[in-house]
């Protein structure tokens, strides 16, 4: 398995400017997570799917951040309008109940 | 609220030292822990986990100890080398929750040759 993937790697954007992640699973797994990793922060659950379903968004900052999981291989967080606070790195991760979560690579992200 | 809570944020060893990372917890319910590797550019990676029923696991290198009345957990590393150099995150997880690790702030290890 390839593990957990993301893309794209790095993104630069500019302020307004609307910005989505992407993440593949590692298949079989039933849990998907989003996470952002700042120095100020650290490591912040924004949310996580269920077998597809939305379970808790209670991590997601505001209405501009939104998640999507249309099937048990695909998720989208898409940020809409982009701001330099937004500015960080962006993990998927996926697991199996009651077992340690996978990390992608991550998202770069740097909003101008 | 409850949280996880490391209390060194850097640790700096000499390669072939023995290294010892400290986490604290204070949910009481939590029953299951997990130790990550972070490297520089990458996300977090599985070192070991730990359930309460146990007070100690052995990997290769690294042994992980609960200390679950003063609700403690740590991990050593034998042997440090310069390729253990990295931000290590414990987590913590909940009996009977809906499994949503809690993640500790990390701490920086640092191995010099």
């Known amino acids: 398995d390839a593990g957990v993937i993301q893309s794209p790697r790095h993104e630069v954007t500019e302020m307004g400017q609307e910005v989505t992640l992407r993440c593949k699973p590692i298949?079989?797994?039933?849990?998907l997570f989003w996470y952002r990793q700042t120095m100020m922060r650290g490591l912040e659950l924004l949310i996580y799917f269920n077998n597809n379903v939305p379970i808790d968004d209670s991590g997601m900052p505001e209405d501009r951040f939104s998640a999507k999981m249309p099937n048990a291989s695909f998720s989208t967080l898409k940020i809409q309008p982009s701001e330099p606070r937004d500015s960080a790195v962006y993990f998927c991760?996926?697991?199996?109940?009651?077992?340690?979560?996978?990390f992608g690579p991550g998202t770069r992200l740097t909003v101008l | 609220g409850e949280s996880v809570g490391l209390h060194l944020p850097t640790l700096s060893v000499q390669e072939g030292d023995n290294s010892i990372i400290n986490c604290a917890y204070s949910?009481?319910?939590?029953?299951?822990f997990i130790w990550y590797k972070q490297e520089s550019g990458k996300g977090p990676q599985f070192i070991i986990d730990i359930r309460s029923n146990m007070d100690k696991r052995q990997g290769q290198r690294v042994t992980v100890l609960l200390n679950k009345t003063v609700k403690h957990l740590s991990l050593q590393i034998a042997a440090t080398q310069p390729g253990d150099s990295a931000v290590y995150f414990c987590?913590?997880?909940?009996?009977?929750?809906?499994?949503?690790?809690?993640f500790g702030r990390g701490t920086s290890l640092i191995v010099h040759p």
């Open positions: 987590a913590e997880n909940i009996k009977g929750g809906s499994y949503i690790p809690t």
């Open positions: 298949s079989g797994h039933d849990y």
């Open positions: 949910n009481s319910a939590s029953d299951y």
């Open positions: 991760a996926s697991s199996n109940p009651y077992n340690e979560q996978f």
